[in-house]
């Protein structure tokens, strides 16, 4: 297949961190010139050929994209993903089902079951702070064996990615409620840093993380 794509990213040149996917795929959003960006977001990795799925060729791209960006946009600083956490709506399923969790007390777990209702992500003031602790938990202490239990970050982490920000209401769509309760990650690929990155969490199994994102997951 020699002018087959095998895989694709969707990069949006931007001014400063993306915390949501909507202003980066409406088409009516206002556009800036490219000098003017400071920020490459990665927002879609995907394979093209379904024989390939479970083949991945991310490593590759992305660092290969981060380099031909720094060459023909010097003004980039930053590159990072605005990327789901998609099996953490699951995870709380689970959460919930343990009676004696010790990660949740009975109020908390009154307002999670809030999720089921069509109209919980209106009230914000005590559910926001919940869920943005259980998901720095489940993202940073969840394992799946030695590594974290969440796909997404087990590829980006892999890749030398750091873990920078949890989004609120980073995607607001029917199925980013669903998977992810709404929010979106960024994580953050410092070309100074991916090699390291990549080498102490394969060997020593640590995750590059932001303090912020640290202190959120605390118990």
Same mark, same amino acid.
């Given at each position: 297949m020699p002018d087959d794509p095998l895989i694709f990213v969707e990069v949006a040149l931007v001014d400063g961190l993306s915390s949501s996917i909507r202003p980066l795929i409406d088409h009516k959003r206002p556009t800036i010139r490219t000098n003017k960006a400071d920020t490459a977001t990665f927002y879609s990795i995907n394979n093209c050929q379904y024989g390939l799925r479970g083949i991945s060729f991310g490593?590759?791209?992305? =660092?290969?994209?981060v380099l031909? $960006?720094?060459r023909e946009f010097p003004n980039l600083k930053t590159f990072a993903t605005l990327s789901p956490i998609p099996l953490f709506r699951r995870w709380l399923s689970d959460l919930l089902a343990e009676p004696d969790s010790g990660l949740i007390t009975n109020s908390e777990r009154n307002l999670l079951e809030a999720l089921d209702t069509p109209a919980w992500n209106y009230d914000e003031s +005590? $559910? =926001?702070?919940?869920?943005? *602790? $259980?998901?720095?938990?489940?993202?940073?202490? @969840? =394992?799946?064996?030695?590594?974290?239990?969440?796909?997404?970050?087990?590829?980006? %982490? *892999?890749?030398?990615? *750091? $873990?920078?920000? #949890?989004?609120?209401?980073? +995607? @607001? /769509?029917?199925?980013?409620?669903?998977? /992810?309760?709404?929010? %979106?990650?960024?994580? #953050?690929?410092?070309?100074r840093a991916i090699e390291k990155n990549h080498e102490d969490y394969v060997a020593n199994r640590n995750v590059a993380v932001t303090p912020s994102v640290r202190r959120l997951a605390r118990i």
């Open positions: 490593n590759f791209l992305i =660092k290969q994209v031909e $960006l720094q +005590d $559910l =926001k702070p919940l869920l943005l *602790r $259980l998901a720095a938990f489940y993202l940073l202490e @969840v =394992k799946q064996g030695k590594f974290p239990h969440d796909p997404v970050a087990r590829f980006h %982490l *892999r890749n030398g990615a *750091r $873990l920078a920000r #949890i989004n609120w209401k980073g +995607d @607001v /769509s029917e199925n980013g409620f669903a998977q /992810s309760a709404g929010m %979106l990650v960024n994580y #953050i690929y410092d070309p």
